[in-house]
């Protein structure tokens, strides 16, 4: 019982000691957590956020003006060839190429040879040709005897008209011989089975499927052995969201940027918008024709687009940076007098160029905000 009764005395002490370091620590972070003096304090005010700033002066204001203003719509797209001066280069004859003289990227002329082709379709043509003019001979002679008999009363006139009829003939096989070896691509007054292919335009060559030794079919060329695309006007072909495409429109104008040439601006017209949508993006094609003189531009480049609206409406509109987006809402800051702030929600519109932006409910023309909405709210301690 000694020993128990001993014990005592130090259980105690040692309860007495944990409480009051617990005490102490208490004492010591309430001291580290005690509030510092702040310049900005949030109050909730009739379920409207009241932001008390203590230096108001620090945050510029703008005034909601009223005007006739352009909306503008950013999108990306990729430049295109023309498809309208874009030309296949074929070969109704068949063989196989034994002469390239250009090259992916070359830039040609109309006329200029492009490659040869030794063609035995050629050769069956100019010995199609030389067999018709030979038959057209024989035909001639014949006649020429069968005139000279009849004149002499020697044969009957039915005999006459049927060395007529098939000298006629002849004449029209040797016309349809001679306008078949044109049509290979041949020279008549050059027989010979090597057929040169001559550009159809000129410009660029943008696709090339036949190489040195490379067998060609005739009539049946696929893909095609060239295409030739007059770069100097092009297509900027540009994705656009079904929820924006009545903010396109046929003949709008529109701005184009290269990352190649970030200082330029390339002036374009919206020429086609698609009618139909991609269904796994929800976007439609949007066609921009734009000059390509000083050819810069190249096929496949990516490229930004600005459309703008040929005409103006009345709109309200603030700094584009007065507006935060939060929450997948968009609020402004208003002063409402002395130090305070009040946060509103509005229905912020398109871009209008200028660092502008309108707005299409939640404000009216002559109210104020705070110019640097994100500034602002980042001194509020707002998320």
């Not at 100019?126 to 069968?146: M, T, V």
């Not at 871009?351 to 309108?358: E, N, S």
């Amino acid at each position: 019982m000694a020993k128990i009764r001993n014990r005592y005395p130090l259980l105690i002490v040692l309860v007495f000691s944990a409480l009051g370091l617990t005490s102490c620590n208490r004492a010591t972070n309430a001291g580290a957590e005690a509030p510092n003096p702040a310049d900005v304090k949030v109050e909730q005010s009739h379920g409207n956020d009241v932001v008390e700033v203590a230096h108001p002066e620090q945050f510029a204001l703008a005034t909601v003006v009223q005007r006739r203003a352009v909306d503008e719509l950013h999108v990306t797209g990729v430049v295109a060839p023309d498809i309208n001066r874009a030309v296949p280069v074929l070969s109704l004859a068949g063989g196989r190429a034994t002469d390239i003289r250009v090259r992916l990227g070359d830039e040609v002329t109309k006329g200029q040879v492009l490659l040869v082709i030794n063609s035995p379709d050629v050769g069956q043509a100019f010995s199609d040709y030389q067999k018709a003019q030979a038959d057209e001979l024989l035909f001639q002679q014949q006649l020429e005897r069968a005139r000279d008999l009849y004149a002499k009363g020697a044969i009957a006139k039915q005999e006459m008209e049927t060395a007529e009829n098939a000298t006629q003939k002849a004449k029209v096989d040797v016309a349809t011989a001679r306008q078949h070896t044109a049509v290979l691509g041949a020279d008549i007054n050059n027989p010979t089975p090597l057929v040169s292919i001559r550009a159809p335009i000129s410009g660029t060559i943008v696709e090339q499927n036949v190489t040195g030794g490379t067998g060609v079919r005739s009539l049946d060329n696929s893909p095609n052995l060239f295409t030739i695309a007059d770069l100097s006007s092009l297509w900027v072909l540009c994705d656009v969201y079904e929820n924006d495409l009545t903010r396109v429109r046929l003949g709008d104008s529109a701005e184009v940027r290269l990352n190649a040439y970030p200082d330029r601006v390339f002036k374009a017209r919206v020429g086609n918008i698609s009618t139909v949508l991609d269904p796994s993006t929800r976007t439609a094609k949007v066609r921009l024709e734009l000059s390509n003189s000083a050819h810069l531009m190249r096929a496949g480049m990516f490229a930004t687009a600005t459309f703008r609206s040929q005409t103006g409406q009345l709109r309200s509109l603030v700094p584009a940076a007065a507006i935060l987006r939060l929450h997948d809402k968009d609020w402004v800051f208003c002063p409402l007098g002395g130090n305070q702030f009040r946060r509103r929600e509005v229905q912020a519109g398109p871009a209008v160029g200028d660092g502008l932006q309108t707005i299409l409910g939640g404000l009216a023309p002559g109210d104020k905000v705070a110019v640097n909405a994100l500034q602002f709210a980042s001194a509020a301690g707002m998320e």
